[in-house]
Structure formats: C-alpha cells, structure tokens
C-alpha cells in the first residue's frame, strides 16, 4: 500500500471515530448547543478530558505493557488492572509490577542498558524479605521526584517502620529506574540514596539505590536499619493496588 493510500485509510479511520464519539454523547443527551459549549468553553474541555483520562488511564497500562515486552521479552495483559483515580501522571510516578518479575531479571535487563553494581549479585537470595511480592500484577504510586521524598531524609528504616509510613521495596525501585530510563534516558537518585525501606536483606539490612555520575552505574547497596542521614531517604506509598 502506498504512502497517499495509507493516509486515505487513515484518515477514513480517524473520520468514523470522531462520528462514534458524537454519537455516542448524543445518546446520553448531548445536544448542538452542547458541542458548541464544549468547543467554546476551554475550562469544560480540560474537565472532560480529565475526566475521561482518569476513567481510562490506558497510556500508562500501554507504556508498561511496552516496557515489559522491550526489555524482558514478555508479553503482559493489564486490561483487569484498575489504576487508582486520583493518579495524576505530573505528579506521580506508577510502577506496574507484574506478576512473576524477580529482582535479578531486572538486573539483568538493566545491565544491558547501563552499568550496575550490586552488593549482593543475586538479590533473590539475598533480599529475602519484602513487604509486597509480585504473586499478582499490581499498581503503586509514588511522588514524582527525581530524588527520593526529601520530607523522609534523615529518617531510618526502623524509624519510618514505627510512624507507619510505608516505603518502596527493592523490586519497585528498580523497576521505576527502567521506566524512568526508558522514558527519558537519565537517571533518579543522582545525589541521593533511595532507602528501600519496604525490603530487608537477609541479614536484616536495609536496600538502597542511587546512581553514581562519577561512576556511570546504578549502585545497589544496603544500610542498617537504625542507619539515617540527610542523604538516605525513602520513598513513600501513596497507593497500591
């Protein structure tokens, strides 16, 4: 098919979609005065659009499943997945975790991007604990900050245990490094340590995460849990699914 008859068909596409559309309001009462008003009123076309991006938040389903498919070869289905409502994609990040992921197959999709370095080579034996698994496909939200929450600096992972703040674990620190990567091709945590306070160490110890410019690479490492300062901070769960 030539390039002036895939924009035909294009184009007839586009057409019978935008007739669909108006059909559609027209049987749940829209009227001409009603498209007009929608045309003319900017504030009215901002809350519809919002509202129909929070009922159907499928970018960011669709970027996962792509992220899953690039860089791990799987081939994921989040159509039952319910992405929370008061998800905003300028203030949050999302990390879609599928069911199955393990922490050393994202290091290993990671390497072939970057350079990494571990504390532990195989964190699936060594992280033993964490406060979610992935034994099911589920959402979590984070603030969007290229650097972890600054109201948690200072603050151990036992202290942030005792006021109940729930921190990000390993698997979704990393896992948000890819798409943060794969998005715009830099890096979080450039001058600071995310604390993955929602994982352990077999020994008991605490995860972190930064990236090292001086060294071009991921760094992986860990602190005791009564350890804190400036540098160290978590991420918070605002929600999960």
């Known amino acids: 098919m030539s390039t002036s ?11 019978y979609q935008m ?10 009462g829209v009227n001409e005065e009603g498209f007009k ?15 129909i991006k ?4 499928n970018d960011l389903k669709l970027t996962w499943t792509k992220i899953y498919k690039n860089w791990f070869g799987k081939t994921v289905d989040f159509t039952e997945l319910i992405i929370p409502a008061f998800y905003n994609e300028t203030k ?10 393990t922490m050393n197959e994202v290091v ?26 992935a034994d099911k496909d589920y959402v979590i939200i984070f603030n969007k900050n290229i650097e972890a929450d600054e109201n948690l600096k200072d603050l151990s992972a036992n202290k942030l245990a005792k006021m109940n703040i729930s921190g990000i ?13 794969d998005q715009t091709k830099k890096h979080l945590d450039i001058n600071n340590w995310t604390l993955c306070s929602g994982s352990r160490y077999s020994g008991g110890r605490a995860p972190n995460v930064h990236w090292s410019s ?28």
Not at 5 to 15: G, R, Y
Not at 109 to 131: H, R
Not at 169 to 181: D, G, S
Not at 221 to 237: C, E, Q
Request: glycine fraction near 2%; include cysteine; aromatic fraction near 8%.
């Open 92 to 101: 949050h990040f999302a990390v879609i975790v599928a069911k199955g992921t």
């Open 54 to 57: 929070t009922a159907c938040p």
């Open 37 to 51: 008003l929608l045309r003319s009123n900017k504030e009215l076309a901002k809350a519809v659009a919002k509202l």
């Open 5 to 15: 008859q895939n924009e035909k068909v294009l184009s007839v596409m586009s057409a």
């Open 19 to 28: 007739v669909a559309t108006l059909e559609a309001l027209e049987n749940q």
């Open 108 to 133: 290993i999709a990671m390497k072939k991007k970057f350079n990494v370095y571990l504390y532990a080579e195989d964190l699936n034996l060594s992280v033993t604990t964490n406060d979610r698994i």
């Open 169 to 181: 674990t390993l698997l979704e620190r990393l896992l948000l490094e890819i798409y943060y990567f």
């Open 214 to 241: 001086d060294f071009s690479e991921l760094g992986v490492d860990w602190n005791g849990v009564d350890h804190h300062n400036a540098y160290l901070r978590s991420r918070a769960v605002v929600s999960s699914i």
